[in-house]
């Protein structure tokens, strides 16, 4: 016998499960429009940043054709940049210094700047596999490794988390 905690527990994981996929279906048909690509945004803010981006997430909006948050680490690996670039017209919209958290990231720009594979190639590496739009991206340390983690929204409304090792350019994992 269900008890009624058990059946609202599986409404609210309905309603949850319901308002990502439509969350994923809006951020592909922004995608579809969007002028610029995640993929343009990153360079357009690496040459701002004069570094190399660390990560990269889409914005939808719910009125145009969303933004793109890129964050930067300066060659020189002194500061973090984080920019918004609007997705239709490439203009930066926002730019800040964010908190440098090395002890976190654990990243280097030499680590970012030596590796094989680019985020920008990570990213369209994932869109293949996964059969859609990168709406995140980001470099993380695992280890001694350097991957990329990508996260791709589907025109069904599904996502697929795509994750690219960075010396050799291989898929490590796809959930």
């Known amino acids: 016998m269900m008890t009624k905690s058990f059946v609202t527990a599986i409404a609210l994981a309905c309603a949850f499960g319901a308002a990502h996929a439509a969350d994923a279906k809006r951020d592909v048909q922004q995608l579809d429009s969007a002028s610029v690509s995640m993929d343009k945004a990153i360079h357009m803010a690496e040459q701002e ?57 654990k990243l280097t720009p030499d680590e970012i700047s030596g590796a094989q594979t680019s985020l920008t190639s990570a990213i369209d590496m994932a869109q293949q596999r996964a059969d859609g739009k990168a709406i995140e991206a980001d470099v993380e340390h695992k280890g001694s490794a350097v991957r990329y983690d990508v996260k791709v929204a589907k025109s069904d409304g599904s996502t697929e988390r795509v994750k690219i090792d960075a010396s050799t350019g291989h898929v490590a994992s796809a959930e």
């Open 49 to 105: 940043g004069n570094g190399k981006a660390t990560s990269a997430k889409f914005k939808s909006e719910h009125k145009g054709a969303g933004a793109y948050d890129v964050s930067v680490l300066s060659n020189d690996g002194s500061k973090l940049m984080h920019y918004r670039l609007d997705a239709a017209t490439g203009h930066i919209t926002k730019a800040g210094n964010e908190p440098f958290k090395k002890v976190f990231t």
